[in-house]
């Protein structure tokens, strides 16, 4: 298909970075980006894929209560923080 395209001045300084370091004709760079491109955004959507997170036990706090700020900041920075 034949159609016109804008492009914006740092997307075609990109691509035709990108085509000469390939080899690739501009044509074929735009194709095959987005093609890429595309394809990134369908595999976003993907409802099928599932991610398993896994609780990591990292110990007893340090501090019994995070409402003494001074306590909290003596303990992340040293003593000598003043």
């Known amino acids: 298909m034949r159609t016109t395209l804008t492009i914006d001045e740092d997307l075609r300084v990109a691509i035709e970075r990108r085509r000469r370091a390939l080899g690739h004709t ?3 760079e735009v194709n095959d980006l987005l093609r890429a491109g ?3 955004l369908e595999g976003e959507h993907d409802e099928d894929r599932q991610v398993r997170i896994e609780p990591l036990a ?3 706090p340090l501090l ?3 409402d ?3 306590a ?3 303990l992340s920075e040293g003593e000598g923080h003043r």
Do not use: E, Y
């Open 26 to 28: 501009f044509k074929q």
């Open 38 to 40: 595309l394809l990134h």
């Open 58 to 60: 990292v110990g007893r």
């Open 64 to 66: 019994r209560s995070f």
């Open 68 to 70: 003494d700020i001074a």
């Open 72 to 74: 909290v900041i003596a």
